[in-house]
């Protein structure tokens, strides 16, 4: 019995995946809506792989707690066994979880992103005929966001106005460090930026690497190097050293580009831009966030691949992901691609004021089931999800949020948008 469990586990070897036909996957259900929606993927995601692979893969799935149901059984939020089954079995998929309001309870999500270090949020954004978007050329809209999960301002390295702490930090930065340009001491508080060079390697690796295994045309790197140099800027710079370092064959970058431009001119720049595009290398390109975000509503088809820090990818994954119809379809993931973690999830919260009601709209935990289906070496099960989600929209067919802005749409029940999608798998 031991032996058959640890069969079924996924495990990884070097840079690969290993992953039975039968593996366990850990699932969190979800407060609010996720109880609605976590069944229906489930269900849609266990048609899907038998319908590929005939029957012969099938997810074990194993419900691990969190949430309010966590601590109506436990007395717990995010109970230890809830951490260590998705440490043992690296890939999970979760539904949304209530942030009680409140001072010292911090967000579950947040949590399980620092206890297996998920350093990436990783978010596709496309558009799906049939829904509607403030954009004249959604189809043009073809991205997937690396947000840097674990450092930056979101740290939580803060002290509040007025306090001892603060006077000692202000103290330390005007006595010692002859910080001059503190607007108003007396009533200011501060919060601390940590961004690295292991923290910006590991993000740019892994954006590369997946615009490379999946044929891509560019990464680009956001950020707002021009007012910060040392954190934003060193990000880009650290960024570049990277590619041009470990990928050398693979990329062509901007960085290089201006480098020649300014050594040789720009005949020679223009060339090696060139040799690039025909060798069918990764362009590694940056922009500054502000014009990044006014960028990508009037050419969403210059960027492919972005990998960016945490407080302007936060921004960026809402503002795009609501370019193609909002957060109510927009998957993500948390993923360590050196350990392999991986918690698939809704984007969205628990929407109390639908909760129980059978309204919500599964795609955005549905989406995220198909891209842990790709993660697993199961594209075939994925895009069968995908496919069906594209007929149904193109048909008019979806839940009350979508439908209402569709020419001639009609309105499903979570329930019955499911059966509909699994009809036509
Ligand atoms: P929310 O995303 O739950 O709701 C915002 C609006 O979008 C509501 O009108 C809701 O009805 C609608 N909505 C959201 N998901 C939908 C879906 N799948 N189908 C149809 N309509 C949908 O955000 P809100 O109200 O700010 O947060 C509620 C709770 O969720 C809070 O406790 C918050 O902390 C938590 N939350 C959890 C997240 C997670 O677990 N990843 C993410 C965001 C919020």
Redesign the pocket.
Known sequence: MVHLIFMQRITKKEETLIVPNDPIIPYIE????GKE?TACVLNIIDKAVEKAFEGNRKIHWKEVLAGEKAFNKTGYRLPQETIEAFRTHLVGI???????VGEGIR???VALRQELDLYVCQRPVRWFEGVATPLLHPERVHVTIFRENTEDIYSGIEWDAGTPELRKVLKFLKEEMNVVNIRFPETTAIGVKPVSIEGTERLVRAAIRYALDHNLPSVTLVHKGNIMKYTEGGFKKWGYALAEREFPEKVFTANKFKKIENEQGVDAAIRYYEEGISAGKIFVKDVIADAFLQNTLLKPEDYSVIATLNLNGDYISDQMAAMVGG??IAPGANINYLTGHAIF??????????AGKN??????MLLSGAMMLEYLGWDEAGRLITKSMEYLFSNGFA???LSKFMKNGTVLSTSEFSEKIIENL
């Open positions: 979800g407060d609010g809506i929606i979760k539904g949304p979880l209530t942030t009680p967000s579950l999500n957060i109510g999830e809704a984007t969205h919260g628990t929407a109390p004021d639908i309204l919500a709209n599964p795609s955005s839940t009350f949020d």
